[in-house]
């Protein structure tokens, strides 16, 4: 990272716009020297030296405009002293008003100051640049900023303290220790390997693998957990789904009317359910006879079904099933679904049916039968928070493991065909290679830039 030992960054840590405090993180070897430049003992007089900067001790002051010595706020400073903190440099945190206008005057005034504006992720980049945390652990700080959900934060926590990364270093020493064994028989080509070492071998390969399969199989709960699940109401036209999404969310969200086809495209509008957050998506009507935009809507309407965790088809219970009901029945086959009978609080032409949830999207009646059923058709059930001890949530983590199972099948195979030991250490390097990845003991500058780019300005 060039200038990455030189320069001093600076930004503002709390989210933009009006509050009771705006906090401006200042991280690098000149941290401290920038802070004494923009500020001055409280009440002290144009001149006087700043305020002690003894690390992890707050101390009230004066913060200034270097040009003319004019008094811009009075606010609290926290310097964290290398390499007790977050970056594991030299970091001063200046607690001001939440104004906007004092927070940007604030930040313009450490830029001229010597500090430059830090890059999106860039304080945590420094961290595990520094051995603060490894890539499991960065990646789940911005997880946790960003959890809307209880599984979601529970999850992002569990990879933040370090239960993904304890898990990968407990399976890389397994794959090591076999590799180990492997190589001190390649010192004597002349000699097969032992029958004795060929079964420890075996052993370790066959115990590392089903490890990294049960980190796989977390995967379907761990990526519900983070992203969220994605729910469709899919139907014929004005069978309620646009209701259905307002009555979910508890607010006038989708536009309702009388009129057939007033949805023309799908909407999508996030909603808690429990510890689960949803990705609510309200879509046009299936029908044939449709205009040429609410045709195009319906396209995406097929789309989004085919995108969907969970379809929740919905049916009219004061209307006769017709033909379109069954087109939408069949479109819908083949996805976790659950068929929902709407507006049970009308006089009903059809009676109850044994599997479908009946639910009045102008009461709120069935509501909660059809939060329960969301969760029972989910690919695959999302444990409480506390049940499972770590869940995989992200694709490169997936994309990872996939790698390292792949390379244990390939050694497991090479040892039953008695091919090269060399071909069977080959293998395990690989295994090997891919959790130095996982955690980012081995990773390309470029990987780097992908994966901190996308966190915010001041994390």
């Avoid at 390969?205 to 983070?226: E, K, N, Y």
């Avoid at 006038?252 to 999508?268: F, I, K, M, P, Q």
């Avoid at 006089?347 to 939060?371: F, I, K, M, N, Q």
């Amino acid at each position: 990272m060039p200038g990455y030992v030189e320069d001093t960054i600076a930004a503002l840590a709390t989210a933009p716009g009006t509050g009771a405090i705006a906090v401006l993180r200042v991280s690098g070897r000149d941290a401290t020297l920038i802070a004494r430049r923009v500020l001055r003992a409280a009440s002290a007089p144009s001149g006087a030296d700043g305020p002690p900067l003894a690390s992890h001790r707050a101390a009230l002051a004066d913060l200034c405009d270097p040009t003319d010595g004019s008094v811009i706020d009075r606010v609290l400073v926290l310097p964290m002293l290398a390499p007790r903190s977050f970056t594991g440099e030299d970091v001063v945190e200046i607690h001001c008003h939440g104004s906007v206008l004092i927070a940007e005057r604030a930040l313009r005034i450490l830029l001229g100051a010597g500090a430059r504006a830090a890059r999106p992720g860039e304080f945590t980049e420094r961290a595990f640049l520094n051995g603060k945390l490894d890539l499991c652990q960065a990646e789940a700080v911005a997880d946790l900023i960003e959890a809307s959900s209880e599984a979601g934060r529970a999850a992002a926590w569990q990879h933040l303290d370090g239960a993904l990364s304890r898990r990968v270093v407990a399976l890389r020493g397994a794959i090591l220790d076999t590799r180990a064994v492997v190589e001190a028989h390649l010192d004597f080509p002349e000699d097969d390997l032992p029958p004795e070492a060929a079964r420890d071998v075996a052993a370790g390969i066959d115990a590392a693998q089903a490890d990294t399969a049960a980190l796989l199989a977390t995967f379907a709960r761990g990526r519900l957990a983070r992203a969220g699940v994605r729910v469709t109401l899919a139907g014929k036209p004005n069978v309620g789904k646009s209701s259905l999404l307002n009555a979910v969310l508890g607010r006038e969200r989708a536009l309702v009317s009388a009129e057939a086809g007033t949805t023309r495209d799908y909407l999508e509008e996030p909603a808690a359910l429990g510890t689960l957050r949803l990705l609510l998506c309200d879509t046009a009507g299936l029908r044939e006879d449709a205009s040429e935009v609410e045709l195009a809507g319906i396209v995406r309407t097929r789309e989004v079904i085919a995108a969907a965790d969970v379809v929740v088809l919905v049916l009219d219970a004061s209307q006769p099933r017709d033909a379109l009901d069954e087109a939408a029945l069949s479109a819908t086959s083949g996805r976790p679904r659950i068929v929902v009978r709407n507006k049970v609080d009308l006089e009903t032409a059809w009676p109850a049916e044994p599997g479908l949830v009946d639910v009045s999207a102008r009461t709120g009646e069935g509501l909660a039968a059809l939060g329960e059923a969301i969760v029972r058709a989910l690919p695959a059930a999302l444990p409480e928070p506390v049940a499972e001890p770590v869940v995989i949530t992200r694709a490169r983590h997936h994309e990872a493991l996939v790698a390292v199972e792949t390379a244990l099948v390939r050694a497991r195979r090479a040892i039953n065909d008695e091919v090269p030991l060399e071909m069977v250490s080959c293998e395990l390097q690989v295994a090997q290679l891919e959790l130095d990845r996982l955690v980012g003991a081995s990773d390309s500058e470029d990987l780097l830039e992908r994966i901190f780019r996308r966190f915010c300005v001041g994390k």
